[in-house]
């Protein structure tokens, strides 16, 4: 029988170092990571699913308010309106604004937005804002997760089933499960070294459905601005690509894309007279609406059930959302001026005025009541949703309540 090897003395004491080199090796890969620095609180129980408004309200008062600066607009996911300051997002009753659940990491956001019924939240790596995490709205816990390589700064918008994620030199969009569906831009490190580079073209303007992004790019040594419609396509950093030229349009000028319905597009384009294009996917410009002027620096679009709207400053635009077809304007009426683009509620069109809101008929565009809203003057845009019968108002950096 063969006698096993001795272990010496030295032969105990180099395990042993070894040991002790992993335990410290796995103690700093753990103190420098991105779990460590996350705090997760579910919510204690499952948040009620919204029950839809039956009627408009005839009053509506302040609620509660909360900071939340780093969304764009109001945010609801899955019964949960979600607020994001600082380094944490929170999931809060739409009632009370009482926290339901929230989700932090030791760095600030970059934004919050939502898909389906989960909230999305970005957070800053070295490779810019591209750490992504999904958080179910009902339950507060994480669900999907994605690293991207992204702009320092970026603007998070969503349809309800995909994200974009827009920078100055790359844009992204995310399936439900933050799957990439297009990679168009720049990168620190190319993926296919045999594919071109594209062109590093600065990233003006850029909305998408869930079957298309367009943008508005300033290239070196073109003095025109150029529309990019992009469609995914078998391999994510390879979209489909139609470039439409803006003769025209400046490189500085104030032009930007409205709205993006399946593969159509509305732009707005200031130069040589105020206009909004809606252009196909073969880039054929199929109907013009003049404006009656420029638009205000802070126009904004929304979602509203079957339509958008854009607010232009002191007016609300709304189109079809299917084709994007133009329907009629919302313009001041007795001192009473839209301040900002049209929720829905109770299947009636709800545009913030100067003093308030004005319902109208969505398909007619027919004005039918007032509520009164005290609010402060802003020269931002006053963004509404609605979570069930409570109005939601993205006011600047903060979010109020109105029931």
Same mark, same amino acid.
């Given at each position: 029988?063969?006698?096993?090897?001795?272990?010496?003395?030295?032969?105990?004491?180099?395990?042993?170092?070894?040991?002790?080199?992993?335990?410290?090796?796995?103690?700093?890969?753990?103190?420098?990571?991105?779990?460590?620095?996350?705090?997760?609180?579910?919510?204690?129980?499952?948040?009620?699913?919204?029950?839809?408004?039956?009627?408009?309200?005839?009053?509506?008062?302040?609620?509660?308010?909360?900071?939340?600066?780093?969304?764009?607009?109001?945010?609801?996911?899955?019964?949960?309106?979600?607020?994001?300051?600082?380094?944490?997002?929170?999931?809060?009753?739409? #009632?009370?604004?009482?926290? !339901?659940?929230?989700?932090?990491?030791?760095?600030?956001?970059?934004?919050?937005?939502?898909?389906?019924?989960?909230?999305?939240? &970005?957070?800053?790596?070295?490779?810019?804002?591209?750490?992504?995490?999904? @958080?179910?709205?009902?339950?507060?816990?994480?669900?999907?997760?994605?690293?991207?390589?992204?702009?320092?700064?970026?603007?998070?918008?969503?349809?309800?089933?995909?994200?974009?994620?827009?920078?100055?030199?790359?844009?992204?969009?995310?399936?439900?499960?933050?799957?990439?569906? @297009?990679?168009?831009?720049?990168?620190?490190?190319? @993926?296919?070294?045999?594919?071109?580079?594209?062109?590093?073209?600065?990233?003006? /303007?850029?909305?998408?459905?869930?079957?298309?992004? /367009?943008?508005?790019?300033?290239?070196?040594?073109?003095?025109?601005?150029?529309?990019?419609?992009?469609?995914?396509?078998?391999?994510?950093?390879?979209?489909?690509?139609?470039?439409?030229? !803006?003769?025209?349009?400046?490189?500085?000028?104030? #032009?930007?894309?409205? #709205?993006?319905?399946?593969?159509?597009?509305?732009?707005?384009?200031? *130069?040589?007279?105020?206009?909004?294009? &809606?252009?196909?996917?073969?880039?054929?410009?199929?109907?013009?609406?003049?404006?009656?002027?420029? &638009?205000? /620096?802070?126009?904004?679009?929304?979602?509203?059930?079957?339509?958008?709207?854009?607010? *232009?400053?002191? #007016?609300?635009?709304?189109?079809?959302?299917?084709?994007?077809?133009?329907?009629?304007?919302?313009?001041?009426?007795?001192?009473?001026?839209?301040?900002?683009?049209? *929720?829905?509620?109770?299947?009636?069109?709800?545009?913030?005025?100067?003093?308030?809101?004005?319902?109208?008929?969505?398909?007619?565009?027919?004005?039918?009541?007032? @509520?009164?809203?005290?609010?402060?003057?802003?020269?931002?845009?006053?963004?509404?949703?609605?979570?069930?019968?409570?109005?939601?108002?993205?006011?600047?950096?903060?979010?109020?309540?109105?029931?």
């Amino acid at each position: 029988m063969v006698q096993p090897e001795r272990r010496t003395r030295g032969d105990l004491l180099a395990a042993a170092v070894i040991v002790v080199v992993l335990a410290v090796a796995a103690g700093l890969i753990w103190w420098s990571s991105d779990a460590r620095a996350t705090l997760s609180k579910p919510a204690a129980e499952p948040v009620p699913a919204l029950k839809a408004a039956r009627d408009v309200p005839t009053s509506l008062r302040e609620a509660w308010t909360a900071a939340s600066p780093k969304t764009s607009r109001p945010v609801v996911a899955g019964g949960s309106v979600v607020t994001g300051d600082g380094t944490e997002v929170d999931g809060r009753d739409p #009632a009370t604004g009482n926290v !339901l659940w929230s989700y932090a990491r030791g760095v600030p956001l970059c934004g919050v937005t939502y898909v389906y019924n989960d909230a999305v939240a &970005v957070y800053p790596d070295d490779r810019g804002c591209g750490q992504v995490t999904t @958080i179910d709205g009902q339950t507060g816990r994480r669900h999907y997760s994605r690293t991207a390589y992204a702009d320092p700064a970026v603007t998070l918008s969503s349809d309800g089933s995909t994200v974009l994620s827009a920078g100055e030199s790359r844009i992204e969009l995310w399936r439900s499960d933050m799957v990439r569906m @297009i990679g168009y831009g720049s990168l620190d490190a190319r @993926i296919k070294p045999d594919v071109p580079a594209q062109p590093l073209c600065g990233m003006v /303007s850029a909305a998408a459905s869930s079957t298309a992004v /367009s943008v508005l790019q300033k290239c070196p040594g073109q003095a025109e601005l150029r529309l990019t419609l992009l469609v995914p396509a078998d391999q994510e950093d390879e979209p489909t690509t139609k470039i439409v030229q !803006l003769p025209g349009v400046p490189a500085d000028s104030d #032009a930007r894309v409205v #709205a993006v319905s399946d593969t159509t597009t509305a732009v707005y384009l200031p *130069t040589p007279k105020p206009v909004v294009n &809606v252009i196909d996917d073969t880039g054929t410009t199929i109907s013009s609406t003049a404006l009656p002027g420029p &638009v205000s /620096s802070h126009a904004v679009a929304s979602r509203a059930g079957d339509l958008v709207t854009w607010w *232009t400053g002191d #007016a609300v635009m709304v189109f079809e959302a299917n084709g994007l077809k133009y329907k009629y304007t919302v313009t001041p009426v007795n001192g009473q001026a839209p301040v900002g683009p049209a *929720t829905l509620m109770a299947g009636r069109l709800l545009v913030p005025v100067t003093s308030g809101y004005d319902v109208f008929n969505p398909e007619t565009g027919a004005g039918e009541s007032h @509520i009164a809203v005290q609010r402060p003057p802003s020269q931002t845009a006053v963004i509404p949703n609605v979570a069930g019968t409570t109005v939601l108002e993205q006011r600047g950096d903060t979010l109020v309540a109105l029931t």
